[in-house]
């Protein structure tokens, strides 16, 4: 499944991400930048925020770990990014992938 979220900026869309993966242990989050991680994320949960630019690194990151659902904090990511993660990752049944951000230009 993927899911995106395009909302405006300041509402909350971060906050509203770390409230999901405390509620879900197999839940991980992908940010495009390690400072956004590292400045946002509360400590206990900063083992399951992943920080990376290429798919190959998100794969890489990915490896061995359980999970079934993927958030995505910002669409910084492109489209084509995005779709690649989906086809890569989501084709298994049981990965959701969901996306909050704000669309550039908003």
Same mark, same amino acid.
């Given at each position: 499944?993927?899911?995106? @979220? @395009?909302?405006?900026?300041?509402?909350? +869309?971060?906050? +509203? *991400? *770390?409230?999901?993966?405390?509620?879900?242990?197999?839940?991980?989050?992908?940010?495009?930048?390690?400072? *956004?991680?590292?400045?946002?994320?509360?400590?206990?949960?900063?083992? %399951?925020?992943?920080?990376?630019?290429?798919?190959? @690194?998100?794969?890489?990151?990915?490896?061995? %770990?359980? =999970?079934? +659902?993927?958030?995505?904090? &910002?669409?910084? =990511?492109? @489209?084509?990014?995005?779709? &690649?993660?989906? =086809?890569?990752?989501? %084709?298994?049944?049981? *990965?959701?992938?969901?996306? =909050?951000?704000?669309?550039?230009? +908003?």
């Amino acid at each position: 499944m993927l899911e995106i @979220n @395009n909302q405006d900026r300041g509402i909350g +869309k971060t906050s +509203k *991400i *770390i409230e999901l993966m405390e509620d879900d242990e197999l839940a991980l989050c992908l940010v495009p930048y390690y400072e *956004i991680k590292r400045s946002q994320f509360p400590k206990e949960l900063q083992k %399951r925020v992943i920080s990376a630019r290429s798919f190959k @690194n998100v794969y890489d990151e990915l490896q061995g %770990r359980r =999970y079934t +659902k993927l958030y995505i904090d &910002e669409l910084l =990511y492109s @489209n084509f990014f995005i779709a &690649e993660l989906f =086809y890569n990752l989501g %084709r298994r049944s049981d *990965i959701s992938i969901i996306v =909050y951000g704000t669309e550039i230009g +908003k």
